[in-house]
């Protein structure tokens, strides 16, 4: 059975995630109209996959901002485990990236988003091994949680559960999503649940179905329903193919800027599970005004603000936008879809008067125990009168004002925000237990989902308007200009007063070399004396060289030896101790105009590897490519890194260096490095050593990689533990070090990624290696002469592995750079 309708479209709302409090911000009447439409609107639609960037833009745009329903997207993951095409962030760092790169695109899309403790640990090829790593009751459980929590008519999952056919973390989202459709209205499936919500049943559940392999065919015998997302939405001015290319290319960090196709454009659901529908996935689901009495009015007094709205004059609607408020806020607040409402009419009124609220600060970031300057600045220019009751400043005392803004006078007033000493650091609230397990800690059920902290540095204003009482949240922002971008807003950040800065996070002691480090103590108030000491060592294992303030940054900077014939890799943490406390945290800043300013914490702490190895020192140059962290690591070792640029590709130049290493997918971003790859082919022939990291099949810049051909193709290994078959009496394996079975012992993540292939025959293969129950792989390591020179192509993992101070896969690349 076929059904396929099309609906007219509307404008669009960018609209907040649930849990976010309510902020006046001032926007076109077009999108007031549409967020009126909206208010109208019951249905509710939850989208499940795995990753940041599976969802479909264009379906959540269409449901979003024709259909006007409340959507959300739940992605098991944050996406911790990807790679990471604008930066050298990986892991928990990527993950934060990519959670903002995520509710950026659902501001775009109209959507909202959610999570649960799945951490991405990278490729997976099916459930199996994926429900290896993660508890599948705990993650079921999680999904369960948000069913009931959101409470949606339909689900729709973006991948079928067809075991093989697609990443394993895709497969088990719609495992999960169906097992979940299905034991979500059980109050016997986690009942510990209940006490903060109730069982829901959705009506029914559906694949987006698709063929990324050409056009969509339906199957004998299946019930499909047509969306016609290609749409023009004529108040907005676009297309939701359009909108879907703007949140699709959000995803930057994944590479995922986007194009929008022009003309038609058809999105197919399969039905799965559920009641029965005949003209619509939306069948028998209740318009919730309906169950109320007051809804039912409030739904009356909505429709006529809907014909009679005024786009000239959208603060005419004043009048009957509080009436309806007053009829939303007779409904039960503990229903979530009131609460909404209750949030959508506030934010409409305050839209329609044009009124701005702010909350600002010349200070970025502040600590525990301090004092920061801040003003709220309240503009409202209509002659209607926004009076101002209180002012609550975190959870202090409110501040009793009783003063009104109007005429476009702004109503400004200077508070100062005090934090005890024990307010917590901006830390992300997934980011508080443990990190380095495949699930994250989260033992707050009422935390379980949300995209990200709820606000701690805020202001609570009490407002009123013809008698009507509302209150609005507004967060503390750092808000400066900017020579080129302007006017910038940064969420002001909680840090320690002292943190620690490390030069380096593994460090080597090859042989009867004593690793250094410099170890830089921060203060914010004030130089505190102290003593620097490590964890888990005796005095005898390290020294201070030298010990220096500098008073004007507030910084102490420390030069530490460490000494030791305990061979093999130790962690050691570094603390300042004061009369204060014990200090032993690094303060992390990620950086990228596209997304909110991010900071979180991580101990400081060391990888230690001492061993015996060869290794020659001598001058090594690298091509960046999307970033990676391999040129700190390999200084660490002693070698003398040098940054290739763009105009150093002159053959004479680059027959200083011992060994060029190319970074991670360099051949599909770094221009400058294809346009020049005779030069490099020069270089080896003329006696130099090129080893060139892993590329991706999409967007090469060039297919010609080596001096003989050979492709690259998708396989890969994604168990870390995979067995590994070694010519260990190979040149690669066996000089300088020796390489032997037991280094390939505690890697992390995966082997490797985007193997060759189609070798041609002058390419040396020693190693094999593969997944559980998949044919052997000759690729991740491929090695020919060439002149006097050689050429490695490798896809093994070495940009997470060396990071990551993992010893054997150090020592292998030091014979990589040694040949």
Not at 14 to 23: H, Q, R
Not at 122 to 134: F, V
């Amino acid at each position: 059975m076929k059904k396929s309708f099309a609906f007219f479209p509307i404008a669009i709302a960018l609209i907040l995630g649930l849990y976010s409090p309510v902020i006046s911000q001032s926007i076109p009447s077009s999108s007031i109209y549409h967020e009126l439409l909206k208010l109208r609107e019951t249905k509710r639609v939850l989208y499940v996959a795995a990753h940041p960037d599976d969802e479909n833009t264009r379906l959540i745009a269409y449901l979003a901002n024709e259909t006007k329903a409340q959507v959300a997207y739940l992605s098991l993951t944050r996406g911790d485990g990807g790679q990471n095409l604008i930066g050298p962030e990986l892991g928990i760092g990527l993950g934060q990236i990519r959670t903002q790169e995520l509710l950026k695109a659902r501001e775009t899309d109209g959507g909202r988003q959610f999570f649960t403790r799945a951490k991405d640990f990278g490729y997976s090829k099916n459930p199996d091994e994926t429900l290896q790593n993660w508890d599948r009751e705990t993650i079921l459980s999680d999904v369960v949680w948000v069913v009931r929590k959101f409470r949606p008519d339909i689900i729709i999952t973006r991948f079928n559960t067809i075991p093989g056919v697609t990443h394993g973390h895709h497969t088990t989202s719609a495992i999960l999503a169906e097992e979940a459709f299905s034991l979500a209205g059980d109050p016997t499936a986690f009942p510990d649940q209940l006490q903060y919500v109730e069982p829901w049943s959705p009506k029914r559940i559906f694949w987006n179905a698709y063929n990324f392999r050409g056009e969509f065919q339906e199957e004998e015998g299946e019930i499909y329903f047509e969306f016609p997302t290609g749409n023009y939405n004529s108040l907005l001015g676009e297309t939701y193919s359009q909108i879907a290319a703007d949140s699709r290319t959000m995803h930057k960090s994944q590479g995922f800027g986007s194009t929008a196709g022009i003309g038609n454009a058809v999105d197919h659901i399969q039905f799965i599970k559920g009641e029965p529908f005949t003209d619509s996935p939306f069948d028998g689901v209740d318009d919730r005004w309906e169950s109320y009495e007051t809804g039912k009015e409030a739904k009356v007094l909505i429709d006529q603000l809907i014909d009679d709205f005024d786009f000239k004059s959208p603060s005419s609607s004043l009048p009957e936008l509080l009436k309806i408020k007053a009829k939303i806020d007779e409904l039960p607040n503990e229903l979530v879809w009131v609460q909404e409402k209750k949030n959508q009419i506030n934010s409409l009124i305050l839209e329609a008067m044009g009124v701005e609220i702010e909350f600002n600060s010349d200070q970025e970031s502040i600590f525990p125990g301090a004092l920061l300057q801040g003003e709220i600045i309240v503009n409202n220019p209509t002659d209607t009168e926004l009076a101002i009751s209180s002012i609550q400043v975190l959870s202090e005392e409110q501040l009793e004002v009783a003063v009104s803004a109007k005429n476009n006078d702004p109503y400004r007033k200077s508070v100062e925000v005090g934090l005890d000493r024990e307010f917590p650091f901006s830390q992300p609230y997934w980011l508080n237990g443990d990190v380095d397990q495949p699930m994250y800690t989260i033992s707050d059920q009422q935390l379980i989902g949300k995209p990200f902290n709820d606000l701690s540095l805020y202001a609570e204003l009490k407002l009123e308007i013809d008698g009507a009482s509302m209150s609005i949240q507004v967060s503390l922002n750092y808000k400066f200009n900017d020579p080129v971008d302007g006017e910038v807003k940064e969420p002001v950040a909680v840090v320690p007063s002292v943190d620690l800065e490390l030069s380096k996070q593994v460090i080597f002691g090859i042989g009867d070399i004593k690793p250094q480090v410099t170890v830089w103590v921060n203060f914010r108030d004030k130089i505190e004396d102290g003593v620097l000491y490590f964890e888990d060592l005796n005095e005898t294992e390290f020294r201070i060289l030298e010990a220096e303030d500098i008073p004007g940054q507030k910084r102490r900077r420390y030069e530490v030896e460490f000494m030791s014939n305990e061979m093999g890799k130790r962690k050691i943490k570094a603390i300042y101790k004061t009369n204060s406390g014990e200090f032993d945290l690094i303060t992390n800043r990620i950086n990228y105009k596209h997304i909110p300013h991010l900071t979180y914490f991580a101990p400081a702490t060391i990888d230690w590897i001492q061993e015996d190895w060869k290794i020659s020192k001598k001058p090594i140059g690298y091509i960046p490519g999307a970033g990676d962290e391999i040129p700190d690591v390999l200084e660490s070792l002693g070698y003398p890194v040098t940054i290739i640029n763009d105009g150093d590709y002159d053959i004479n130049y680059l027959s200083q260096f011992q060994s060029i290493v190319v970074g991670i997918r360099a051949y599909n971003t770094n221009e400058e490095l294809a346009s020049n790859q005779q030069a490099l082919m020069g270089y080896v022939r003329a006696g130099g050593n090129l080893i060139v990291q892993y590329n991706t099949t999409a967007r090469l810049l060039t297919n010609q990689l080596g001096p003989f051909p050979f492709s690259i193709t998708r396989n890969r290994v994604s168990v870390e533990n995979a067995p590994v078959t070694a010519d260990f009496d190979h040149p690669i394996l066996s000089s300088p070090n020796q390489i032997n079975a037991s280094d390939f012992d505690g890697w992390v993540q995966e082997r490797g990624l985007y193997f060759a292939g189609q070798l041609d025959s002058a390419y040396e293969t020693p190693l094999i290696m593969n997944d559980p129950g998949e044919d052997p792989s000759n690729g991740s390591l491929i090695y020919a002469k060439y002149g006097e020179g050689n050429f490695i192509y490798t896809g093994l993992s070495f940009f997470r592995e060396l990071p990551a101070g993992v010893p054997g896969a150090v020592k292998l690349f030091i014979n990589l750079l040694e040949q």
